[in-house]
């Protein structure tokens, strides 16, 4: 059976990524190869941070921006501050996943547009703020930029995107991801089957600003110097936003997929004057959310496997 | 003390503005129950076509309220053809959702066009009367700015006239209220949607030639003119013309006091915060109809 | 049964509001364990309120719901349908873009049933979708269905959760002639597992073919209970509440 068969290739598939990804820096001395590679992964943790809530809850955050610029900033000054990277990118996914509970808990109460509205909202208090409070650029002491080197970013981009997949992955078989999604579908009939709509968009949204951190924590170890208040701006909620609508909302894969082509036509296309990427993906996302709502992945399947089944919004659930 | 009431009425000078530019975004959101996030991109449309009217043909921006509005209305209705009418059909909230994520696409691509088309920088028109200010029990007014707060409560008066008096205002009206009656009762309900936000669209392309007036115009002022519109949309209520306006002025206010008190780099804080409180104590939204 | 005594819902003196209109009015009523009870009134009596406020999809103004001996007035819907109370709606509501299948299986792994492991949640789902008789729409995406397939689909759903109480709003309206006696043969099976069912209905057939007992609304109170045939023998009901729909 396609399904049965479907699911150890997939597995494979997904192995020979991984490796191919952690092998890279091995394989090849191309810094502008791996720096590619590198913003491929980081738009991929990221977008794919977005879509557990956005894609597989159904909430349009527009704040996402908030916890991307909490995860950075709160690594960038404990990393600066002498502590080891890794326990200060933990402690920067921490407090973007605090911030997640802190926030999430009375805006998910908004209904409707006001939530989207209500995230954007706080996004754009804590950037104003930022901007106020830590006004100068951040940059890296002349010592460790001497020291600098592109691998150890690069790893950490790799374990953050096949982390936040791995996440998506779970929600598409759980429980917790099939309760997730019949509230996404309707939260009046979810509660009539026992599933608490608060508890599991409180949850997903939990996840997905604990990993927007993580990502905003690896940017901030990643990037040279940046203006504080660079690190809430609006581009990193909406560059996910398309990223995940072009590669297909709410599934396994769209994230990667939209990524990938979106850093592949922002190199190919930034040679031109202004900023004519942005331009296209706008009218890309147009034509997805209004033609084509399952994205390139679905675009992908369909000519791979001519009459399969209409996209998942959702996975399907293992055969037993 | 002066300082203080020099800032409430700077406030509710640009006050007006944000209730001009909240009225078009109300107007679609009431009849047509959608979101149009890219508001503030077609109020920058506005602006850009003042700003032109007025360096290659020495057009004042006051006169090119007409041709503003006239193009923006135009463009309102090509984006409502070609993007937006498909939703009209849908369900409340799939509608409300789907409008939002096609506005956010509208503001990204009309964003990067008026990037590529005139380049970041940003654009202010000086006219003769520009430095030319009256006084006010001890504070200043400049003319420019009083003249835009007259032109904005205008433009409201007429569309309140028209929405009253009108036919089609009384159509359009009927048609917010209950479009399935409406198109019983032999309204074109699409006719309405459409001009709808046409007008929605016009009154930003009014509100875009008053900011080249006064403030500065450049691709990137699309998103905080949409916050400001949806903060005062929230807190004025939808439906209500005059209490739109009235709650654009008193964000006006609140921004620019709070500026004065808590440095004038949180003066859009104080907005957000505001709304986000509003928001707090009725989580349907002002919006809502009762 | 030693416990026969005790009614698995009980309802004492519930009222709610809605603005100035007093939906539900000082009701009260019990239904035992396996006994299928039929709420019947014109529109607006306040029966679909009356299955809100016991499946807890709305809070009532005034008095007590308990079921199977505990308070679960205050209980948010998700935890009473933990519980045991499962619910259909008037207005048909599927996961739309979900599978049958998927429909089904999400309300296994929640419901009373939520201990199952997700094999056992799998293969109840599928036989879930037999007894119904969707089992050959399995993976079809719930938008394609026909109104009549969302209809039996939704019924499958509450039963995944396992439930000791069905309340079922308007189950037939719409249906065939045919389709109206498969479905009062399905309710007839579920009722032999032992599971209480609360009907709101308009097809005096169905009623006639189902109730045990009926309780009569009007404007939110209750005017009459007792046999079916008691009741529609009462020719006031008959002409008031039962004649026009």
Redesign the interface.
């Known amino acids: 059976m396609t399904v049965r068969g479907a699911v150890p290739l997939g597995a494979l598939s997904a192995a020979c990524g991984v490796a191919a990804a952690v092998l890279l820096p091995v394989l090849t001395t191309n810094q502008a190869l791996l720096s590619w590679a590198f913003l491929v992964l980081l738009y991929t943790a990221l977008a794919q941070s977005w879509n557990l809530l956005g894609g597989f809850g159904g909430q349009v955050n527009l704040g996402h921006a908030a916890f991307f610029g909490l995860g950075a900033l709160a690594t960038r000054m404990l990393w600066l501050g002498g502590a080891p990277v890794i326990l200060a990118l933990a402690a920067g996914t921490g407090a973007a996943t605090a911030a997640g509970i802190v926030i999430g808990a009375p805006s998910l109460r908004l209904r409707g547009p006001y939530f989207a509205i209500g995230t954007l909202a706080i996004a754009e208090i804590l950037r104003i703020t930022t901007g106020n409070v830590l006004p100068d650029v951040s940059s890296l002491p002349a010592g460790d930029l001497a020291r600098y080197a592109l691998a150890p970013r690069y790893y950490l981009a790799v374990f953050a995107a096949v982390t936040i997949t791995s996440a998506a992955w779970w929600l598409a078989r759980s429980r917790f991801g099939h309760g997730l999604a019949a509230v996404r579908e309707d939260e009046a009939a979810a509660e009539a089957i026992g599933v608490g709509a608060f508890r599991h968009k409180l949850g997903a949204f939990a996840l997905s600003s604990g990993f927007a951190g993580m990502t905003g924590g690896i940017f901030a170890y990643y990037h040279v110097s940046f203006y504080p208040a660079f690190v809430f701006s609006p581009v990193w909620t909406f560059d996910p936003l398309v990223i995940v609508y072009l590669g297909g909302v709410g599934t396994v894969w769209g994230p990667l997929a939209g990524a990938a082509f979106f850093v592949v036509l922002q190199e190919v296309l930034s040679l031109q004057v202004g900023e004519p990427h942005l331009l296209v993906f706008g009218l890309l996302f147009l034509v997805v959310v209004i033609a084509a709502p399952g994205g390139l992945v679905e675009a992908l399947r369909a000519l791979c496997r001519p009459g399969a089944r209409r996209p998942a919004e959702v996975g399907s659930p293992p055969p037993a | 003390m002066t300082v203080l009431w020099q800032n409430v009425v700077f406030g509710a000078l640009i006050g007006g503005l944000y209730g001009l530019a909240a009225v078009g975004l109300s107007l679609v959101f009431g009849v047509l129950n959608m979101?149009n996030v890219a508001h503030g991109e077609l109020l920058m449309l506005g602006g850009y076509a003042a700003f032109w009217l007025f360096t290659l043909f020495g057009v004042d921006p006051f006169v090119s309220i007409l041709p503003s509005a006239a193009a923006l209305f135009v463009v309102g209705l090509v984006l409502y053809r070609v993007?937006f009418e498909?939703l009209a059909s849908a369900p409340?909230?799939t509608k409300?959702?789907?409008s939002?994520?096609?506005g956010?696409?509208?503001s990204?691509?009309l964003?990067?066009?008026a990037?590529?088309a005139w380049t970041a920088d940003e654009r202010a028109v000086t006219t003769a009367a520009a430095g030319a200010v009256l006084p006010l029990g001890g504070a200043v007014v400049p003319v420019v700015r009083l003249g835009a707060l007259i032109v904005a409560f205008l433009a409201l008066g007429g569309l309140h006239l028209f929405l009253r008096r009108a036919r089609f205002g009384r159509a359009i009206r009927a048609t917010a209220d209950d479009p399935g009656a409406a198109s019983l009762v032999g309204i074109p309900v699409g006719t309405v949607f459409a001009v709808a936000f046409g007008l929605g669209s016009a009154l930003a392309g009014v509100a875009g030639a008053l900011v080249s007036t006064t403030d500065a115009v450049s691709p990137a002022i699309g998103?905080s003119w949409t916050?400001k519109a949806?903060?005062v949309v929230?807190l004025g209520g939808v439906g209500h013309v005059f209490g739109t306006f009235v709650a654009g002025v008193l964000l006006g206010v609140a921004e620019s006091v709070s500026g004065f008190f808590l440095?004038n780099?949180?003066r859009?804080?104080m907005g957000?915060?505001l709304?986000?409180v509003v928001?707090?104590v009725r989580?349907?939204?002002l919006f809502a109809r009762e | 049964m030693p416990g026969s005594a005790a009614p698995l819902l009980q309802v004492a003196a519930l009222s709610k509001a809605f603005g100035g209109l007093l939906a539900v009015d000082d009701l009260s009523f019990t239904i035992d364990p396996g006994e299928v009870l039929g709420l019947l009134g014109p529109n607006g009596s306040g029966k679909t309120t009356t299955f809100g406020l016991v499946a807890g999809a709305l809070r009532p103004d005034r008095g007590d719901i308990l079921f199977a001996g505990r308070p679960v007035t205050r209980w948010p819907a998700s935890r009473r349908a933990a519980v045991g109370i499962a619910r259909t709606f008037q207005l048909i509501r599927v996961f739309l873009s979900l599978t049958a299948l998927e429909n089904v299986l999400v309300a296994c792994l929640y419901g009373r049933g939520r201990a199952r492991s997700p094999a056992r949640a799998r293969a109840d789902a599928c036989a879930l979708l037999e007894q119904v008789g969707m089992a050959h729409k399995r993976d079809a995406r719930a938008r394609d269905l026909t109104l009549g397939e969302r209809r039996r689909l939704e019924i499958a759903r509450a039963l995944a959760t396992r439930p000791r109480l069905l309340l079922l709003d308007e189950p037939v309206a719409g249906l065939t002639a045919t389709e109206v006696d498969a479905a009062v043969a399905l309710f007839r099976g579920i009722r032999a597992e032992g599971v209480a069912i609360a009907l709101v209905e308009h097809n005096v057939r169905a009623v006639r073919a189902l109730c045990d007992r009926v309780v009569v609304l009007h404007a939110g109170r209750k005017i009459a209970q007792g046999t079916p045939e008691d009741v529609f023998a009462h020719a006031a009901v008959v002409a008031a509440y039962l004649g026009r729909r």
């Open positions: 979101l993007l498909r409340g909230e409300l959702k789907n939002i994520l096609i956010f696409g509208v990204l691509v964003q990067t066009l990037l590529i998103l916050l949806l903060i929230v440095g780099a949180y859009e804080v957000l915060v709304f986000l928001l707090s989580p349907q939204g």
